[in-house]
């Protein structure tokens, strides 16, 4: 298995409070996405990044910034958190080989009260 | 923003049966990945297409991407209980870094013993 951890695993949080997750990789691989699940959407690209200090909006990155200050680190931030936003996160990397497979952590589920 | 449509969503079957699942789309894919989830874990890569009319098997599992490059199927033969989970498909796009994945809604299967 690729070395992937998400933190927290679960969340409660109330609206408008700010709410930061951790993505920790071992793998050194280069990009790093953020995705959200949700029944009848399926996953959602929010923000991925392409090395250390370069990232790009997703899909649907309104509400959420990120920053990658090393290659290991990738932290999603929930400035005003929203009921919106209950749902569960995602983070993957990949090395971009032949096969573009990505390698998803095991997800934070974050509920906004 | 290229739209994946998978069918059928949900999917109920006795152990023994074979079935397929559909991933349709009107935009062209560079490539064509399907993933299986199971509750409470991230996404794992199954299989990679890459060329038109592409049929990979991984076991009881058939995978072929359109010759158009617009559209999958997965086929399972003699489905197993093991075979349970959430079958998602995701469509890549772009080039470089900014290469993402589109994913479709998933199809949830059951295999009853």
């Known amino acids: 298995d690729a070395g992937i951890t998400q933190s927290p695993r679960h969340k409660v949080t109330e609206t408008g409070t700010p709410v930061t997750l951790r993505c920790h990789q071992t793998?050194?691989?280069?990009?790093m996405y953020w995705y959200r699940q949700d029944p009848g959407h399926g996953l959602r690209l929010i923000h991925y990044s392409y090395g250390v200090k370069d990232t790009d909006k997703g899909e649907v990155s309104d509400g959420y910034s990120v920053s990658r200050s090393k290659t290991e680190d990738f932290l999603l931030t929930l400035e005003s958190a929203t009921s919106s936003q209950t749902s569960v996160y995602f983070c993957?990397?990949?090395?971009?080989?032949?096969?573009?497979?990505?390698?998803f952590g095991p997800g934070t589920r974050l509920t906004v009260l | 923003t290229q739209l994946l449509e998978q069918s059928p969503q949900f999917l109920s079957i006795q152990e023994g049966e074979n079935l397929t699942v559909y991933c349709n789309s009107s935009?062209?894919?560079?490539?064509l990945q399907w993933y299986r989830q199971e509750p409470g874990e991230g996404p794992v890569l199954l299989v990679t297409v890459v060329t038109g009319g592409e049929v990979k098997k991984l076991k009881r599992l058939t995978f072929q991407f359109g010759d158009a490059r617009k559209d999958s199927s997965l086929h399972i033969t003699a489905a197993q209980p093991g075979d349970t989970g959430l079958y998602l498909c995701?469509?890549?796009?772009?080039?470089?870094?900014?290469?993402?994945?589109?994913f479709g809604k998933g199809t949830l299967l059951t295999v009853n013993p």
């Open positions: 793998e050194n691989h280069r990009y």
């Open positions: 993957a990397i990949s090395d971009r080989t032949s096969s573009n497979e990505q390698f």
């Open positions: 935009s062209v894919f560079s490539s």
């Open positions: 995701a469509g890549g796009v772009g080039g470089g870094s900014n290469y993402k994945l589109t």
